[in-house]
C-alpha cells in the first residue's frame, strides 16, 4: 500500500512511429492479448501514466501508448505541463476551442485503433483517453472496432461559457454515428469525473446522458470538501495521479472497473 501514484517506466514497450491520416506521432506497444489504445493527459506519457498502462498490460492487455504530445517518460512539472498546454492550445490537429468540430487527430487514432485490432485477439479494442484527449476516445467510436471507448475527465473542448459546457468534442455528424452505434449495435460508454472539476463540467456529461441514455455508464468521484475519499476540490486525474493501492480507495475502484469494462467488452469479441 502506498501514499503515491503507481508509476512506471519505459521498460519492455516497443517503440515505433505510425503514420496515418497525414499526422505521424510515436506509439509504444506490450503486452498480449486484447488490444487497448492509451492516449495521455497533459503533459504527455509521464511515469503516472506509464503505470496506468503498465497496469492495463498486466491485466492481461496489448496497450498501444500514444504519444500525443510531450516528451515520453518525462517526469511531470509546472513547467513542462504549461510548455505542453500551449503547444497542443494552437494546434490545428486538435482543435482544442472548437465547439461541435471534427478533430483531425481522431481520424488518426481511427487508424491506430483499426491496426492494433488487426492484430489482437477478438474483433475491436478499447480505448481510452485522459485530460486533454478524453473526449478523443468517443471520437475514435465512430469506427466499428472500437468496441469499448473510456472518457476520463474528458476536457475539450476548453469549457469556456456555456456552449463549450455542453460541448462533447465531436461534430454532429459523428455524435450521430455514435449514437446510432449504441442503439443498433450495443455499443457503452463510460465517462468519469470528479464532482468539483471545473475543467470537465457536469453541464458535458449531462449532454451525453441526454444523446446516450443508459448506454452512457458514468463513475463520479466526489471531491466536495470533507469527502470521504479525502480528494482535493482541485483533483482532476481519475485512473493515474489520484489513484492509491489501498482496498475501498474510490479512484482504485475507479481504475479497477476500467479494467472489468474492457474485459466485458472485448473478451466477450474474443470468445466469438
Known sequence: MTDSAPVS???????????????????????????????????GIHPEVLGFADHLVEQGFTVVLVSLYGVPGKEVSTGYGLSSMAKVCVSKEFRALAANA????????????????ARTPGKGVGVIGMCFSGGFALAAAVDDVVLAPVMSQPSVPFPIGATRKRDLGLSP????????????????????????????????????????????????????????????????????????????????????????????????????
Open 9 to 43: 517506466d519505459l521498460n519492455g514497450w516497443r517503440h515505433r512511429p505510425f503514420t496515418a491520416a497525414g499526422i505521424t506521432h510515436d506509439c509504444f506497444e506490450k503486452g498480449e492479448g486484447p488490444g487497448v489504445v492509451v492516449l495521455p493527459e497533459i503533459p
Open 173 to 272: 455528424a459523428e455524435a450521430d454515428r455514435i449514437v446510432a452505434r449504441t442503439r443498433d449495435e450495443g455499443l457503452c460508454v463510460l465517462g468519469m469525473r470528479f464532482s468539483e472539476d471545473f475543467m470537465v463540467p457536469d453541464e458535458r456529461f449531462q449532454h451525453l446522458r441526454e444523446r446516450l441514455g443508459d448506454a452512457f455508464e458514468v463513475i463520479e468521484l466526489d471531491s466536495k470538501p470533507g469527502n470521504a475519499g479525502g480528494f482535493s476540490t482541485k483533483a482532476h486525474s481519475v485512473v493515474t495521479g489520484e489513484v492509491r493501492d489501498r482496498p475501498g480507495h474510490p479512484a482504485l475502484g475507479a481504475r479497477n472497473r476500467v479494467v472489468e469494462f474492457f474485459r466485458e467488452r472485448l473478451t466477450v469479441c474474443t470468445a466469438g
Open 102 to 117: 471534427h478533430r483531425p487527430v481522431t481520424d488518426y487514432l481511427r487508424a491506430v485503433s483499426r491496426d492494433l485490432a
